[in-house]
């Protein structure tokens, strides 16, 4: 099974800056597209934002669009995260995670097969 691994998460200021990185193991397919999700202590799961490997399409959540940007380096199998403007409401553990095919939910949560460990990420002053 693939293993994927965030890392870039910590502590910044309100309307600061982050980039998330997650690497996608080798050995395994790298899937159909990749996924972001977020989550705070005793609230579901959130959808962030979503990529395709194939030809790069995106989608974004709601609370983060025009301020999150998602990318993808198919060749060193990362797929990254931009924050910007960041808020006190965008703390939370930052999770990526894989989907494997194509199905037609890609904001559901239960349509990815793959997860990483979570990264911390703390917006305060």
């Known amino acids: 099974q693939v293993q994927l691994r965030e890392s870039g998460g910590g502590l910044v200021q309100p309307g600061g800056s982050l980039r998330l990185s997650c690497s996608v193991s080798?050995?395994?397919?790298?899937?159909?597209?990749m996924g972001w999700f977020r989550q705070v202590p005793g609230k579901e799961r959130e959808f962030v934002s979503f990529i395709r490997w194939r030809d790069g399409t995106t989608y974004y959540g709601e609370s983060v669009k025009g301020r999150f940007r998602v990318s993808r380096d198919i060749a060193s199998r990362m797929v990254y995260l931009q924050m910007n403007s960041l808020k006190p409401e965008d703390t939370a553990v930052y999770y990526c995670?894989?989907?494997?095919?194509?199905?037609?939910?890609?904001?559901?949560?239960?349509?990815?097969?793959?997860w990483g460990q979570g990264t911390q990420v703390t917006v305060s002053s």
């Open positions: 995670a894989q989907k494997s095919r194509f199905d037609g939910s890609d904001y559901d949560q239960r349509t990815y097969t793959s």
């Open positions: 080798d050995g395994g397919a790298v899937g159909y597209a």
